[in-house]
C-alpha cells in the first residue's frame, strides 16, 4: 500500500502546488485574443470587402477567398472580423449575424446546413429534412426577420476534394439562382491553397474566386509578438514566469524567416508545454531549457536533426562540440560566434587537426542553420559592435553530448584508417 500511497501523494503535491500559469484557455488554438498582430492588413482587406454590405446592404453578395497554410491566423482573424462586423451592424440597426462552419469536422451539406442553423439559433423539426427543405428554412428565417448572414466555411478545400459537384454547387450558388432583390447570404472560403479550388468546374470556380486575401507564415519577430500579447496582455502566464529570451527562442525556431514552418499555433502550443514542464519541476519561472525541452517534444523534425548530426563533417562536429562546451561552462544559450571559434581552434589541436580559417567557419554555421541545427541572431544592446550570436535549438542532454562525441571519433578513425 506504501507504493499507492506515494504515487497519491505525488499526484496531490501537483495538483495543490505553485504553477507558472494565470488562464491557460488564453493558450488555447480556439481561444480568440483580444489583439491580432500582423494581420491588420488582412483585416483592412476584409473591410474593404464587406464594405456594401454594411453602407448598401442587399445590393449584392459577397465572396471572398482567404488563403494560408496552418497556424497563419486565417481562423482566428476570420471570426473576430466576423464578430465585430457584426457588432458594428448592430450600432447601424442593421440585423448582421455571423456563422464560422468548420468542412472538416461538417463533413456533408446536410451537417454545414445544421451547423448554420445552430449558428442562427433556428430550431428545426425533428423529422428528417433533406438539405433542400434545410436551405429553405433557413433563407425563410432571414427574409422574415430581415437578417443577413456572414458564413465562413473554414477548410473548404476538405469539402471540395470529398463532396460531390453537385453539394458544391448547391452550397455556392442556389441562393443566386433565386429571383430576390435582397442578397442576403455572404460566404468567405478558407484554403490552404488556391490550387485546390483549380479543379472546379468553371461555373462554380468563377463564382468563388472573386476577392482573395493572403495569409503568409509568420516571421520571427511577428511570432514573438504574438507570444508576447499572449503572456504580458491576456495574462496567460503568472507576472515575471516568462522571460523574453524563452520568447524569442521559440519565435526564432519556429519563425518562417529563419528556416522555420511559421506556425503561430505550433508557437503557442510549445510556449505552454514549456510551461507544463516548468511546472512538473516545481519551477517559479519557464526557463530556456525548458523550451528546448518543449521544442524537442513537439518539433516533428526532431529526428531529422538528430539524423543531420550525423551527417556532418568533423570540423562541423568539432565545432557543435565547441559550442556545447561553453554552454556547460558558462550556463548560457547565444555565445559569439568568434568565441565559439576561438575553443574550436582549441579543440582541433586537441585531435591533431589544423582549424579552418574564419571564412570557412562562418559557411559552417550558414550551413548548419539552414539544417536547423543551429540559431543565429545579429547582437544588440550591451555588445561592443556588431557580431553573429549562436545558439543550440534544442536541449543539451547527455545523449546529445555522446552522439556528437561518437561522431567525432568516427570522423577521426576514418580519417586515420585513410
Known sequence: MKVLDDIKNLIEDLLGGDTVFNNTKI???EYIPSNLPHRENQIKEMTVSFRDLILNPGSSSIRLVIIGRTGTGKSVTTKKFGLKLREI????????EYVHVNCHRQRTLYLILQEISQGLRLQLPNRGLSSQETFRIIYDYLEKRNIHLVITLDEFDYFVSTAPLEDIYFLVRVYDELNVTTKRLHYIFIVREITSLSGLDKSIKDHIIKNIIDFPPYKSTELYDILADRVYNEKAFKENSVSEDVLRFIAEVHGFDKGGSGNARISIETLELAGKIADSENSPIVTLEHAKKANSKINPELSALIDSIKELDLHQLIFLKALVL??????????????????????SKNFGEEPRRHTQIFEYVRRMKLMGLINTRQSGRGMRGRTTLVSLPIPISMEFKDLINTEIRKRLEQSRIS
Open 326 to 347: 561553453l554552454h556547460d561552462q558558462e550556463g548560457i544559450d547565444f555565445f559569439p560566434i568568434g568565441k565559439i571559434e576561438q575553443r574550436y581552434v582549441e579543440l
Open 27 to 29: 493558450l488555447n488554438p
Open 89 to 96: 451592424a448592430h450600432e447601424r440597426n442593421l440585423r448582421l
